[in-house]
């Protein structure tokens, strides 16, 4: 049962414009939400997060919203760059006790932005 | 700093034999996690350690897969007998207190079993 979907394999762009990225969740109990970023035979980078108290984070040409109530997350990014073709997993942390902070990730979605 | 180490980065063994990968965390992190990625089950945490103690290995898919901590500063992930389905890029990472959700990930082993 996945907690963290990701319903779009693949997403792709032409440069300059923006590129969307979306992610649902189902258990309620998750409180913080990550967005990290993958090159190939690379590992994935932190691009940007946010807190379930809050509805939106912004950072530079990344945006991260939050919508509690549908239970979903998106990504904007503006404008979309060549370089910001990679895989990108949706991520998602409930505190479980003894300190921890396991993330549970989504499968990804492959962003092509086309120059 | 050099980030998370991970090594071999890439493994080709025969099924049967036993594999073992290596992880060097960011120094001051008291967080260690091993992950495993395939095509079909994505990202999935298989154990997780603070301060070099195991702390879940409920993703730990089955006895053949242990893992250890010794110090901070390094941690080993082993599978014995290796089998084909075992074949997947395995990342580990780590994290601080003062940045807990934010996990730093090595660039992986890729292993392939045949």
Known sequence: D???KQNSPSLS???GRISILNCDYTNSMFDYFLWYKKYPAEGPTFLISISSIKDKNEDGRFTVFLNKSAKHLSLHIVPSQPGDSAVYFCAASAFSGAGSYQLTFGKGTKLSVIP | DAGVIQS????????GQEVTLRCKPISGHDYLFWYRQTMMRGLELLIYFNNNVPIDDSGMPEDRFSAKMPNASFSTLKIQPSEPRDSAVYFCASSG??????QYFGPGTRL???
């Open chain 1, 13 to 15: 762009v032409q440069e």
């Open chain 2, 112 to 114: 392939t079993v045949t």
């Open chain 2, 97 to 102: 207190q003062s940045s807990s959700y934010e």
């Open chain 1, 2 to 4: 996945q907690q963290v």
């Open chain 2, 8 to 15: 071999p980065r890439h493994e080709v063994t025969e099924m």
